[in-house]
């Protein structure tokens, strides 16, 4: 059971004695020792962080519980993000759980299915811009000060505190830090969080190492890699489908304080790692969550993985969140067969 990251890790969090210990029961999630997948690369020791098992199938809920506990602490009355779609499901959530009013930009026609059923089903006020991202958060930023609503986007510094916590975790579960921590990146938060995680738990003497950050683009929105930001940015991980990223420059602390790698992947590697994960490994998880995977891929292929180095690609959020994409990758259509054995005997000699 989990008692939530504000209760476990009390002690490395801003927390006072006024901040509620809220919690969904975030964090805790599993790592998972790759079988099929780690064999088929050469490298033993590959492991999984399956972040899709926090309470809104996302990292984002590590960040959030601590940015909403913060938020009450400070009599907020409204909260509002602008996301690609698994903050806004993290952000109405907790708002929810706290009974705090929720308002959600969303880039029209970019958020996986899932994610928009999660924020109307938490009751958030929706409203869908015509635009990308960049421009949702640009407007989320002045609309927090010109309405005094609490931002709860990753530049909210305790958003980035919360997240650290899965760093801690993956420490705590290995007894030592791995060699290489694989993270797809879109606003940067994530990649931010982690480093600075590892860095507090070598400074509390729990670990004597800390891990290359490797983190991983989509090609299409690639602003770190490429230098500059996308003004049109595209992928088929319309989580990560960000052309200016809010933590761009702790990104780049990451990667070269660790001696790591900022690199990109095409839709294509990401589709294919999305597909063995689920085919090989029994891990469905979202595009966006691949591109750690795709990206621990190219740069083994890269030869920069040394074979055997412990090595751990975090899963950002559950493949439940797009349906529709899994769908598209049907190897065949969905069969109807008549109520029969004999029947389901024939079809089945059909599908090999
Ligand atoms: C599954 O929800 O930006 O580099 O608005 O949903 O910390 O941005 C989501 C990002 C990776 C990238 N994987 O993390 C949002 C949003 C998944 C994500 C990322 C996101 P950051």
Redesign the pocket.
């Given at each position: 059971m989990s008692l939530g990251i504000l209760n476990t890790y009390s002690e490395f969090l801003p927390l006072s004695e006024k901040t509620p210990r809220i919690s969904l029961g975030e964090g805790g999630t599993p790592l998972v020792q790759s079988e099929r997948l780690a064999k088929s690369l050469g490298i033993p020791n590959l492991f999984f962080k399956l972040e899709g098992c926090n309470p809104t199938g996302?990292f984002?809920d590590r960040g959030m519980v601590m940015a909403v506990a913060n938020a009450i602490e400070n009599n907020s009355r409204q909260l509002i993000c602008a996301?690609?779609?698994?903050?806004?499901a993290a952000a109405a959530a907790y708002g929810a759980h706290c009974g705090i009013p929720t308002v959600v930009l969303v880039p029209k026609g970019n958020v996986a299915t899932g994610k928009v059923a999660q924020a109307i089903a938490y009751g958030a006020k929706i409203l869908s811009i015509n635009g990308n991202?960049d421009k949702a958060l640009e407007l989320a930023q002045i609309l927090a000060v010109d309405l005094k609503m609490t931002l709860v986007n990753?530049i909210n510094p305790y958003r980035i505190e919360g997240q650290k916590t899965a760093s801690f975790e993956i420490c705590e579960r290995l007894g030592s830090a791995p060699d290489y921590l694989c993270i797809?990146?879109?606003?940067?938060?994530?990649?931010t969080a982690y480093w600075r995680g590892f860095k507090e738990w070598k400074e509390a003497e729990f670990i004597s190492s800390t891990p290359k950050m490797f983190g991983f683009q989509a090609e299409g929105a690639a602003p770190i890699v490429l230098g500059h930001p996308v003004k049109e940015p595209q992928t088929i991980a319309s989580?990560?489908k960000?052309g200016n990223p809010a933590s761009w420059t702790t990104a780049l602390e990451a990667c070269v304080e660790s001696n790591g790698l900022i690199d990109s992947v095409s839709d294509e590697e990401i589709l294919s790692a999305y597909k063995s994960l689920a085919r090989m490994e029994g891990i469905f998880c979202?595009p966006?969550?691949a591109a750690s995977v795709a990206g621990m891929m190219k740069a083994k292929r890269n030869n920069l993985i040394n074979p055997d180095a412990s090595i751990v690609c975090v899963l950002?959020?559950t493949g439940l969140k797009d349906p529709d994409l899994a769908s598209q990758i049907a190897d065949r259509p969905l069969q109807e067969v008549e109520a029969t054995t004999e029947a389901l005997s024939i079809a089945l000699q059909s599908i090999n």
């Open positions: 996302s984002k996301s690609t779609g698994n903050t806004s991202f990753s797809p990146v879109g606003n940067a938060g994530n990649i989580a990560i960000i979202e966006a969550s950002t959020g």
